[in-house]
Structure formats: C-alpha cells, structure tokens
C-alpha cells in the first residue's frame, strides 16, 4: 500500500480524549485512498498498544512508535515524519476530533498546487454550552481571518498539512524547545524566511476536545513565555518585539521616546501581580469585556519572559 498522506499525532497520556480522537480517524472518509497513521507514544505511563483499540479499515496503515523519558514534543513530531511513507504529512494532536472529510479535504486542497503549508481552523468554540472564552480563543491568530497565505507566526499544528519533503528539507522541529509552546511558532517563523507559501483555509475545521481554561491557559503562557518565547527571540533576530517583548526592556533603554518610555512603565503596571490576578479572576467569573483575555494572554507571556510570576492575593 502506498499512502496517499501521513496523519502524525504525538500523545502523552491521552486518556479519553485520545480515545474520540481515533475513532474520528476510524470514520473517516476518504473515498478508499490509502493513508497511514502515525502515532508517537511520547513516554505514555502506559504505553499506546496496550491501552487503545488500533483496528482500522484495510486502506489504513498503522504505525505506533514508542518514545521513554519525560517526553519532548518537538521531537516526537520529528520521529512522526521520519517514519512517515505518504508524500503529505497532516500534523495533529491526541485531542483533536476530526470531521469526516478532513483528509479528504487536505489532499483535495494540495492536489491543485500552488501551497506547501495547508492551515485548517481547530475550532473551540464547537458546542452549544460554549464559553465567551472558548469564543475569544477562537478569534486568536488567523481565526477570525478570512482564506489566504496567513504569516509564520501564526502556524498553529493540529490541523496542518504540508509535504513531507519539506519536513526533511528543513529538519523538521527544534527540540530544544522542550517546554509548552513555541515549536510551531519557531518552525512558521523558518518557513516564512524559506519563502514557503503557507496558506489558512478556515473551512477545513476540526474541533478541540481539550477544555482549556483561563487560568490553565494562563500558566502554558507563561511557561511558553520563560522558554520558548525567550529562545525564539534569541534565535531570531528578526522576530524582536513579537507579543510585545520590548514593553519589558529598561524603561529608558533606546529608543527612549516619550511613547516609548510610558508603554513600559504601563507594561510594569499591568503585570503587576495584584493587578495581574485581579484581573484573571474577573474574567473567570464573567468572561467579559473579552479584550481583557488578550491581555491575560500576553501579559502572562511578558510574565514568563520576565521570569516573573502572578499569584492570587
């Protein structure tokens, strides 16, 4: 058999979630194409084999790598393509609940050329009891942007597919962001220097089991922040200023323009701890006015990026 695209899923521990997450690969349709699954057994407790039913119909090829340690994202997704014998690879994740059409939908849109990079929506926001935060989340990066090339930073894996080639073109993810967050951002941010065309189509949606909330949220970006935000401005000059980082220099560090003087003495306010948590548990309990989830947003970046931390008093 050989497989028309490779759907590569790193997980850890992936408990239920991970369960909904296969059978919507069981179901999909793809009209009798051959495609392969590759799962990554990041250092599960208990390995994937012996917890999960892997029983796929006859087009389905299955592949299950087993990793021990304490687990390193980046570096699973690495060992994901290598191991990938489909020329497309859909790069997704154990909580993810896919429609029935979505491998048909990413193999349609590369199939008329002219991309190398497919971004699809992963939506939130999906049922009916859905909170003004799963809403804001939605609407972060290209959520809310209409169909088109859509810039590194905003490359988001879950719903992505690109040639496999091109994953060992470029060497694939950074392991040294062995942290939560910001291998995406980083290998976007080297694709976008490549010349990649990288394209965002929200109809292509798949939906997130994981019911993150504000605060949960709020301690990633701040881990994302200590580590991975810290190591990309370092290995990218050119990505300087990103989430605000120049708000923390020293007050009167060049360029020290009124403007820029008094956004930096607003930043150290508004990361204030008491400030800071003031302001999470106003919007855990109402949820609004939703700009204020941006802020918690980037600020628990600059948080993390100051190696700071907020605390509830």
């Given at each position: 058999?050989?497989?028309?695209?490779?759907?590569?899923?790193?997980?850890?521990?992936?408990?239920?979630?991970?369960?909904?997450?296969?059978?919507?690969?069981?179901?999909?349709?793809t009209?009798?194409?051959?495609?392969?699954?590759?799962?990554?057994?990041?250092?599960?407790?208990?390995?994937?084999?012996?917890?999960?039913?892997?029983?796929?119909?006859?087009?389905?090829?299955?592949?299950?790598?087993?990793?021990?340690?304490p687990?390193?994202?980046?570096?699973?997704?690495?060992?994901?393509?290598?191991?990938?014998?489909?020329?497309?690879?859909?790069?997704?994740?154990?909580?993810?609940?896919?429609s029935?059409?979505t491998?048909?939908?990413?193999?349609?849109?590369?199939s008329?050329?002219g991309?190398?990079v497919?971004m699809?929506?992963?939506?939130?926001?999906?049922?009916?009891?859905a909170?003004?935060?799963?809403?804001?989340?939605d609407?972060?990066?290209?959520?809310?942007?209409?169909?088109?090339?859509?810039?590194?930073?905003?490359?988001v894996?879950?719903?992505?597919?690109?040639?496999?080639?091109?994953?060992?073109?470029?060497?694939?993810?950074?392991?040294a962001?062995?942290?939560?967050?910001?291998?995406?951002t980083?290998?976007?941010?080297?694709l976008?220097?490549?010349?990649?065309?990288?394209?965002?189509?929200?109809?292509v949606?798949?939906?997130?089991?994981?019911?993150?909330?504000?605060?949960?949220?709020c301690?990633?970006?701040?881990?994302?922040?200590?580590?991975?935000?810290?190591?990309?401005?370092?290995k990218?000059?050119?990505?300087?200023?990103?989430?605000?980082?120049?708000w923390?220099?020293?007050?009167?560090?060049?360029?020290?323009?009124p403007?820029?003087?008094?956004?930096?003495?607003l930043?150290?306010?508004?990361?204030?701890?008491?400030?800071?948590?003031?302001?999470?548990?106003?919007?855990?309990?109402?949820g609004?006015?939703?700009f204020?989830?941006?802020?918690?947003?980037?600020?628990?970046?600059?948080?993390?990026?100051?190696?700071?931390?907020?605390?509830d008093?």
């Amino acid at each position: 058999m050989n497989p028309l695209i490779s759907v590569q899923i790193p997980v850890r521990n992936g408990g239920r979630n991970f369960r909904r997450c296969l059978d919507s690969l069981i179901a999909q349709d793809t009209g009798g194409a051959p495609w392969e699954l590759v799962i990554v057994d990041d250092g599960s407790d208990v390995p994937v084999v012996e917890t999960y039913s892997l029983e796929f119909p006859e087009n389905v090829d299955v592949k299950v790598l087993r990793r021990e340690g304490p687990g390193n994202r980046p570096e699973a997704r690495n060992e994901a393509w290598r191991n990938a014998a489909a020329p497309l690879s859909l790069l997704s994740d154990g909580d993810i609940l896919f429609s029935e059409d979505t491998l048909k939908r990413h193999l349609e849109r590369h199939s008329r050329g002219g991309i190398d990079v497919l971004m699809g929506a992963r939506v939130d926001a999906w049922r009916k009891n859905a909170t003004p935060w799963q809403r804001w989340f939605d609407g972060r990066g290209m959520g809310d942007g209409p169909p088109g090339i859509f810039p590194g930073r905003y490359l988001v894996t879950g719903n992505l597919s690109m040639k496999t080639n091109l994953l060992r073109d470029t060497g694939g993810f950074d392991p040294a962001i062995d942290k939560y967050g910001g291998e995406d951002t980083e290998f976007g941010i080297r694709l976008q220097q490549m010349g990649i065309s990288m394209y965002w189509d929200p109809a292509v949606k798949v939906y997130h089991l994981d019911d993150v909330t504000v605060r949960k949220y709020c301690s990633k970006m701040m881990e994302f922040g200590g580590s991975g935000l810290k190591y990309i401005l370092r290995k990218h000059p050119a990505a300087a200023g990103m989430l605000g980082s120049d708000w923390i220099r020293p007050v009167f560090s060049t360029p020290a323009r009124p403007s820029a003087v008094l956004m930096r003495l607003l930043c150290r306010l508004a990361l204030w701890p008491p400030f800071y948590g003031m302001i999470l548990r106003w919007m855990e309990i109402f949820g609004r006015p939703s700009f204020l989830f941006t802020y918690l947003s980037v600020g628990a970046c600059l948080i993390g990026l100051k190696s700071g931390n907020f605390e509830d008093e």
